[in-house]
């Protein structure tokens, strides 16, 4: 998942349209142990608007998100945004790692930024969108009080068990249990 403040991209005025212009592209490498790129990501942010819009999409951010499938394993992720109306670009790395698993798997455990209404079928290589939604992953995870957040996950059966799974969440705060709850997994889908 990718956040991008608009707040820190330039404008350029369009005076004979009456807009202004923002355009940011995003590419990111994904490397194996080894140095070698086994994804990339790229895409490409062009943006008019007027005053008015401008001034409410400057407290906003442009979020991206593409899932992965990975092999177990030691990964990276290069990233680089360029903000093409300033020409000014901003760069970063992160690694991180894939576990091995036997048996019941489970993905990367994610803070929900926010629930989508699908407006088109949801893509079944996306575990990211089910049924009619998308869930966009929130890349800030400091809560304020009070609030009562969904987190996503995607858990994969193991198609040698006949016993049908249970879930248990805990939520600690300080090593200290705020929140637990137990629950039946929903049947698989389609994809597993």
């Known amino acids: 998942a990718f956040e991008i403040p608009a707040a820190t991209l330039a404008a350029t005025p369009a005076p004979q349209q009456g807009k202004q212009r923002l355009h940011v592209a995003l590419l990111a490498l994904v490397k194996d142990a080894n140095g070698n790129v086994v994804d990339k990501i790229s895409?490409?942010?062009?943006?008019?608007?007027?005053?008015?819009?401008?001034?409410?999409?400057?407290?906003?951010?442009i979020r991206?998100?593409?899932?992965?499938?990975?092999?177990?394993?030691?990964?990276?992720?290069?990233?680089?945004?360029?903000?093409?109306?300033?020409?000014?670009t901003s760069t970063d790395t992160a690694e991180f790692e894939?576990?091995?698993?036997?048996?019941?798997?489970m993905s990367s455990v994610v803070l929900v930024q926010s629930v989508q209404q699908l407006k088109s079928p949801a893509d079944a290589?996306?575990?990211?969108?089910?049924?009619?939604?998308?869930?966009?992953?929130?890349?800030?995870?400091?809560?304020?009080?009070?609030?009562?957040?969904?987190?996503?996950?995607?858990?994969y059966p193991d198609k040698?068990?006949?016993e049908k799974p249970k879930i248990q969440v805990e939520v600690l705060h300080d090593g200290e249990s705020v929140a637990k709850q137990t629950a039946d997994l929903p049947a698989p889908d389609a994809s597993g």
């Not at 895409?43 to 951010?61: I, K, V, W």
């Not at 990964?75 to 300033?86: I, K, M, N, W």
């Not at 990211?128 to 998308?134: A, G, I, Q």
């Open 64 to 88: 991206y998100t593409r899932p992965l499938s990975l092999a177990p394993g030691h990964y990276s992720v290069e990233t680089a945004v360029l903000d093409r109306e300033s020409n000014k």
């Open 98 to 105: 894939v576990p091995g698993q036997k048996g019941l798997g």
């Open 160 to 162: 040698t068990n006949a």
């Open 43 to 61: 895409q490409d942010f062009p943006y008019e608007f007027t005053d008015d819009q401008l001034r409410q999409a400057r407290t906003d951010s």
């Open 125 to 155: 290589a996306n575990p990211f969108e089910f049924n009619d939604r998308r869930i966009v992953p929130a890349i800030d995870t400091d809560l304020k009080p009070g609030a009562q957040p969904y987190i996503y996950f995607v858990v």
